[in-house]
C-alpha cells in the first residue's frame, strides 16, 4: 500500500525537496509514497501558455485561472481527497492529518499569485486547507508541510512504532517537556522524577506537565480538551480535534 501524493504546482522542481530526505526519503525510496508533481502550465490552452489573469474588480497582483486547474485536477483525478492549499482553508490539525494517512494519499493544489479563481471549488469538490495563520508565496510549502506529517504517520516510517502516540496534539495537549543527558548542565538538572525509574510516578508528572503547559501556552487547546472531557459521557476524551 503506496500512499500516493500528486502536486499540482508551477514549480514541480519543489518536490519532493525536503522531502527525499531523512525520515520521508528513506519512505519515498522504500515505495511506501509517491510523489508526483504535476505542471499546472502543460494544461494551458493559449499560445502563451497562460495559467493566471488579472483579478476581477481591479487590484494587485494576477489569480490562478479555474479553467486551467481544473483541466490539470480532471486530468489526474480518482478515489482520492483533492486538497488545496489556501489560507482561506480550514486550518490544518492533527485528526485531519491522521485520516488522510490512512486513506490512498492525496491531490494537492498549490496557489500562487494572489489565490485562484472562486468558481473551482465551487465546481469541483476540493478540500481548502490553510496551514496557519500567515502568508506564504505559494502553496508549495504548503503541501510540503502537510505531506511530511502525513508520511511520518505511515506505517514502517517511524522507528518505534508508538513514537507517535503521545505527541502533541495527539492526546489533544501539548507534549511534556523531553530531557537527556547530560545529567548535570550549566548548573541544571534534569528534574528528580525522571531519573526516579518509577514508571508510574514518570507518567503522572509527564501528564501533569502536558496539561499545565497546554493551559499556560494554549488557552484555547486547553478549553478544547476540557469541554471534549466535560461532554462525554465515558470520561474519555474525544479525538474530534478542529472537527
Ligand atoms: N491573496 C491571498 C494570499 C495568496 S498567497 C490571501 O490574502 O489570502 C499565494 C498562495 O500561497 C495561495 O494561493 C496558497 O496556495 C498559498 N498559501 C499562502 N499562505 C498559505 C497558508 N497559510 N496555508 C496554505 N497555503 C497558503
Known amino acids: ?24 526519503g528513506r519512505a519515498l525510496r522504500e515505495g511506501r509514497w509517491s510523489c508526483e508533481p504535476v505542471q499546472i502550465r502543460d494544461f494551458a490552452t493559449d499560445r502563451h501558455r497562460s495559467v493566471d489573469d488579472t483579478p476581477a474588480g481591479g487590484g494587485a497582483g494576477m489569480v490562478m485561472r479555474a479553467d486551467v486547474l481544473a483541466a490539470a485536477l480532471d486530468h489526474v483525478a480518482d478515489n482520492r481527497p483533492v486538497l488545496a492549499m489556501t489560507p482561506r482553508g480550514r486550518p490544518l490539525a492533527q485528526p485531519r492529518v491522521r485520516e488522510l494517512a490512512m486513506g490512498p494519499g492525496a491531490i494537492i493544489l498549490c496557489g500562487r499569485f494572489e489565490g485562484i479563481d472562486q468558481r473551482l471549488f465551487e465546481a469541483r469538490e476540493i478540500e481548502e486547507v490553510s496551514i496557519g495563520d500567515y502568508i506564504l508565496s505559494g502553496g508549495e510549502m504548503a503541501a510540503l508541510t502537510l505531506l511530511d506529517a502525513c508520511i511520518r504517520l505511515l506505517p514502517g516510517v517511524m522507528g518505534a512504532a508508538s513514537s507517535g502516540d503521545d505527541e502533541s496534539f495527539e492526546t489533544g495537549l501539548l507534549e511534556y517537556p523531553h530531557y537527556t543527558r547530560p545529567q548535570l548542565w550549566e548548573g541544571r538538572t534534569i528534574p528528580e522524577v525522571l531519573r526516579s525509574g518509577d514508571h508510574a510516578r514518570i507518567a503522572a508528572w509527564r501528564h501533569a506537565m502536558a496539561a499545565s503547559d497546554t493551559r499556560l501556552r494554549r488557552p484555547d487547546l486547553w478549553e478544547r480538551h476540557e469541554g471534549a472531557r466535560v461532554q462525554s459521557p465515558s470520561g474519555a476524551r474525544r479525538h474530534d480535534g478542529n472537527e
Open 1 to 24: 500500500m503506496t500512499f500516493a501524493a500528486t502536486v499540482l504546482t508551477l514549480y514541480p522542481e519543489m518536490f519532493p525537496g525536503p522531502l527525499g530526505v531523512s525520515l520521508a
